[in-house]
């Protein structure tokens, strides 16, 4: 791709050089001034690469690449297709459950130290670790410590053991105090958790069980990834400041042991008190944002830029209040929630790029859900499976060797999804992809904006919002502006930002239409976005 673009580099720089020689071409000749305001494909500063960038990409493993054609995803699939993460420019991975498990998707682990077959061995793992480090690539995984499968050779043990002479109630380390057992007429029975009597949860509160997650928690460590996502962290107690303290523990273990770790956690619950958890957790993803009714979405669609820009700044402001290091992580949508590309309905290409220009140029630590860059499809569409929701990624039209089988149970029919890959779309100007592949370019030119303060830009225009962001415990400023309207927009910035004159440094254009900044007056394409900054 990047020789790609060199080559329409030169074809643009070329005319340039060619006017400069020949004085008499006839006036109605292109201008220079005119070949810049019709690029042919984004611009991209191939000078900042991802060393330094912020933004995080699920990989949900099992539909993402295969190597082997078994029809499963596996980590050879991953290590693979790291070159091409590197070029989009994110700096991490979320690998969902690698974990030997009963079930497709792999919340029900049964062994928390091993690969699962399907996906390779753990010397693949350490091969991807490697790799990926080579193109400053970190690697999370999710640990599932709320619940096990019922074939965990704990469960299994502890089952047997709770209704016999062995089972000592005081004793933290039998297995049969690391479940909520009961005795049921003579018959030994397992209290029912959030999840389903197919996931039993363990009990946190034991001295046990926190040192078995300890272990667990440095075996991963020792071999080389980053940190953690932690699953259903919201139900780990009964009680919010029961889960808070442990996310604490959880925390405070971790980064004693490797300090520049990363962890993220999953408590589904509405900011308003999810903000709290921040106590107990540097990061947490923020669903009031996500899915269809979430304020990204909701609010490019309803074309509501001061919404927009009210509850993005005001979440920030709030998780600060509690944690000063706070990293909050917007995302679109993940592997429970519908495929993002259909919930944006009308311009659907371009409000899936105005979407990603939204939530990536936020503070904090942006998730992409693999397949998001090509508009990938997947709904549940009322079968009430989420293996819809976890389609098979698409590389190629033709000649797909990477493309791996739909997971067990899906219903969603395959002749309607996208049918351009991502090496495809890498070589198509304008395409979804190449947006994402400029917005994280821009991202990754300030990697100070990670740990910035957000504030409104009350720009008093419903059909844009703004932030204005601004180094923590440092002096710069940017202003990064977005139309949600289907038609051209002008706006006098003067009325907002009356202290010092402005400069457009980024275009996130959708098509070729470039913004104009002239005294004062800020005009932008549709679906369109800008940087700003000081003069």
């Known amino acids: 791709m990047k020789a790609k673009q060199s080559l ?20 109605e000749s292109v201008s220079s001034e005119e070949i ?4 042919t494909d984004y611009e991209i500063d191939e000078s900042i690469t991802n060393e330094k960038g912020g933004v995080y990409y699920q990989i949900f493993v099992r539909s993402f690449a295969d190597t082997n054609a078994d029809g499963h995803g596996d980590l050879k699939g991953i290590t693979d297709k790291i070159p091409y993460l590197q070029e989009l420019g994110v700096k991490g991975i979320w690998l969902t459950p690698i974990n030997p498990s009963p079930s497709y998707h792999g919340y029900d682990v049964t062994d928390y130290k091993a690969i699962h077959p399907d996906f390779g061995t753990l010397d693949d793992f350490d091969t991807l670790i490697s790799v990926a480090a080579e193109h400053n690539i970190d690697v999370i995984i999710d640990l599932v410590i709320n619940h096990t499968a019922r074939t965990h050779p704990w469960f299994l043990e502890g089952r047997r053991r709770f209704n016999t002479p062995e089972y000592n109630p005081n004793d933290p380390n039998d297995k049969g105090n690391w479940y909520d057992f009961y005795i049921e007429n003579g018959e030994v029975k397992v209290k029912i958790g959030y999840f389903g009597d197919h996931m039993p949860e363990l009990l946190l509160n034991n001295t046990a069980v926190r040192e078995e997650i300890t272990s667990i928690s440095k075996f991963w460590l020792d071999r080389g990834v980053k940190g ?13 400041p029961e889960n808070i303290d442990f996310l604490g523990w959880f925390s405070d273990m971790v980064k004693s042991y490797k300090p520049d770790s990363y962890i993220v956690a999953e408590a589904w619950e509405n900011f308003n008190v999810q903000k709290y958890y921040y106590a107990g957790v540097e990061s947490l993803f923020n669903f009031d944002g996500a899915n269809a009714t979430g304020f990204i979405i909701d609010s490019i669609m309803a074309r509501s830029g001061p919404q927009l820009s009210h509850y993005i700044s005001n979440a920030f402001s709030d998780a ?52 998001e860059e090509i508009g990938l499809k997947g709904s549940r569409q009322g079968a009430m499976t989420d293996a819809n929701r976890r389609l098979p990624m698409i590389w190629k039209r033709v000649g797909d060797k990477h493309r791996t089988n739909p997971p067990i149970g899906t219903t969603y029919n395959m002749a309607n999804q996208v049918k351009y890959g991502a090496e495809d779309l890498l070589s198509e100007p304008f395409s979804l992809l190449n947006h994402y592949r400029k917005v994280i370019n821009v991202r990754n030119t300030h990697p100070w904006i990670k740990n910035a303060r957000a504030y409104n830009l009350r720009l008093n225009n419903n059909g844009v919002t703004g932030l204005t962001l601004k180094e923590h415990n440092g002096q710069r400023e940017l202003h990064v502006i977005h139309n949600l309207l289907a038609e051209e927009v ?42 700003l900054r000081r003069k």
């Open 320 to 371: 600060y209040a509690i944690n000063e290091n706070a990293l909050m992580a917007m995302f679109l949508t993940n592997h429970d929630m519908d495929r993002s590309s259909q919930m944006f309905t009308g311009d659907q290409l371009e409000r899936q790029k105005l979407g990603a220009s939204v939530y990536i140029l936020t503070p904090g630590v942006p998730f992409m859900y693999y397949g």
């Open 8 to 27: 329409r580099a030169l074809m643009l720089i070329f005319p340039l050089l060619f006017m400069a020689s020949c004085k008499d071409l006839p006036s």
């Open 228 to 240: 953690f996502r932690l699953d259903a962290a919201g139900h780990f107690f009964e009680t919010h």
């Open 36 to 39: 810049l305001q019709a690029p």
């Open 490 to 531: 002008s706006l006098n910035l003067t009325r907002f930002i009356s202290e010092y004159e402005v400069e457009i440094i980024h275009d996130i254009y959708t098509t070729g239409t470039r913004a104009k900044y002239v005294d004062g007056s800020l005009t932008l394409a549709p679906y369109s976005s800008v940087v």
